[in-house]
């Protein structure tokens, strides 16, 4: 009550009532201007893709044809003394680390942007002319590093496009998980487990066709021990997957060992194509002087392979949260990890480079030709059997953890 008997409270409502437009007037500029801000973000992210698909492509014009494009450079001939037979190793790596250096300098900077009204949000999403400029000094520094300096670039790229691989493989496995989870939950209705049920039977025929169609191929004959053993513990691998995905105590259906086993028996498949086409049993044709429209169309879907496996990693931040339940999402958060997007594309670059130089310092590699040779097959082969148990561990895991709980809980009631 005032002086005059007044009360108040009508007066301090209508203030309200007056001051709440206005609030919510603010409130939803804000929100028009974080909605702005996030699809620049999102965009932002394929231009990035686009500058990667341009290294990877310069990386190919300097292996293949590097003495007629700049002849003027002085290149290092690191796969054989014959210099019409070399294809300039040095000049990939050059590139490659001067796509390493352009991403992990982004990776520096932005790797701890959290909201959207950040300063570094905007150099993520805009500042193009700069970052323009530094990508090119990015790609002139590596042409003036001596060449012991890349060789040691080298070795290390092959460590990165490891770390790579295995960030690749966990964000499959998830990416399957995922999957099984939509398709087989309890809570869905029960077409949608048919569908899931349909789709496990698919994948499984179309593993078991895989390693059928593997082995009159590439292991027809007795000689072909090393395909043999390949394609042969595929097959068990396949097995164990399906037995431990069924059993009673793990229980986790048959969709995600589907498609699992579909994923390893391709590995397989690629590992196999990838060896040296002089082997008696390899998968390559050998050719004399041209390469076949089947070559140029097989690298060019090569190529665009590693740009998505790069892309699709970089976006997939989530996986890699250790806290994931904690994590609260706001309208002013960066819809992905900006650091984590740069450093996959970092060590993509070594990537790139380990599969256009087929992971070997100092060979031969055919023009056209892409992720070929011994060094490239053992890799493949490793990163299939990893993919298998990492999967496999995945499914163990939960049990062993509701064991031990359980043993612990009744040791404790026994004190």
């Not at 796969?79 to 990939?92: D, I, L, P, S």
């Not at 086993?261 to 002089?278: D, G, N, Q």
């Not at 148990?389 to 612990?408: A, C, Q, R, S």
Request: proline share 2%; with cysteine.
């Amino acid at each position: 009550m005032d002086d005059r008997g007044e009360s108040i409270e009508p007066k301090m409502a209508e203030l309200r009532e007056n001051e709440n437009p206005r609030f919510e007037e603010a409130n939803s500029s804000k929100n028009v201007n974080f909605s702005i801000r996030k699809k620049k973000s999102l965009q932002a992210r394929f231009a990035y893709g686009v500058i990667f698909l341009l290294t990877n492509v310069i990386a190919w014009l300097f292996r293949d044809y590097g003495e007629r494009i700049l002849p003027m450079l002085p290149y290092s001939k690191a796969c054989g003394a014959e210099e019409r037979e070399c294809y300039h190793t040095m000049g990939v790596l050059r590139v490659s680390l001067g796509c390493f250096i352009f991403f992990f300098l982004m990776f520096i900077t932005t790797c701890d942007t959290r909201k959207l009204y950040n300063v570094r949000n905007a150099w993520h999403s805009g500042w193009w002319a700069l970052k323009f400029v530094l990508l090119l000094v990015s790609f002139v520094i590596p042409f003036f590093i001596p060449s012991d300096y890349i060789q040691l670039y080298g070795e290390l790229a092959r460590v990165g496009a490891g770390v790579f691989l295995i960030l690749q493989l966990i964000s499959v496995i998830e990416f399957i998980t995922w999957w099984n989870n939509y398709w087989m939950s309890d809570e869905r209705k029960k077409s949608s487990c048919s569908i899931g049920l349909f789709m496990s039977t698919v994948f499984y025929i179309a593993s078991v066709c895989g390693i059928v169609v593997m082995y009159v191929l590439y292991a027809s004959k007795p000689s072909c021990s090393l395909n043999i053993f390949f394609i042969s513990w595929t097959a068990i691998l396949l097995i164990a997957m399906m037995v431990i995905a069924l059993h009673s105590k793990v229980n986790r259906g048959l969709l995600s060992s589907g498609i699992m086993a579909s994923y390893i028996v391709f590995l397989c498949w690629t590992a196999i194509r990838s060896e040296p086409a002089s082997e008696k049993c390899s998968g390559q044709k050998q050719e004399s002087g041209h390469s076949g429209w089947s070559t140029i169309v097989g690298f060019v879907i090569a190529l665009c392979a590693i740009v998505m496996a790069t892309f699709s990693t970089g976006i997939d931040s989530q996986t890699f949260q250790f806290r994931k339940d904690e994590a609260q999402s706001f309208e002013d958060d960066i819809p992905y990890s900006y650091g984590f997007f740069h450093l996959v594309f970092s060590l993509g670059a070594m990537y790139f480079a380990m599969l256009f130089i087929s992971w070997n310092l100092g060979s031969l590699t055919r023009k056209w030709s892409i992720d070929v040779g011994w060094a490239s097959t053992w890799v493949k082969i490793v990163n299939e059997w990893f993919a298998a148990t990492i999967y496999m561990w995945k499914l163990i895991f939960p049990t062993l953890k509701e064991t031990k709980v359980m043993n612990h809980e009744e040791s404790v009631e026994e004190v």
